[in-house]
Structure formats: C-alpha cells, structure tokens
C-alpha cells in the first residue's frame, strides 16, 4: 500500500494518511524499512504493509518512495 505522512512525533511513532480510508494509520519507528525515522518528514509518500495488533492496524515495512 501507499500513502503519506500525515503527523510524526518526537516519541518516534507517526501516523500515514491512506486515500480512501477514514481513519489513519498508526506505525512506530521500529516499522521503518531502509529509512531512519530522523529522515522522514511530515507529507513524504512512503508504501507500507499493514499488520493487526493488539490496538487495530499497523503500518508495518515502511520505505519512502
């Protein structure tokens, strides 16, 4: 899947806007793939996989496109 950078925070955990989707995705620094979470900012399109957890979707494998 694809869709942007909506909101990062200094905890390194942020959040992907998908279009179509209501609710945005929650990933975590320990789900970046080939980037560090001090490289990405706020609106970079990135492709992720998705992953149930415990607390509903996650973007896992996150990479900048």
């Known amino acids: 899947m694809t869709g942007t950078i909506k909101k990062l925070t200094d905890k390194g ?4 806007s998908v279009e179509g989707e209501e609710k ?7 789900g970046l793939s080939g980037v560090s ?3 990405l900012r706020e609106g970079d ?13 996650n973007a896992v494998n996150v990479q900048r496109v």
């Open 13 to 16: 955990f942020g959040f992907i």
């Open 24 to 30: 945005d995705l929650f990933f975590h620094s320990k």
């Open 37 to 39: 979470y001090d490289e």
């Open 45 to 57: 399109n990135v492709s992720f996989e998705v992953e149930e957890s415990p607390k509903g979707k």
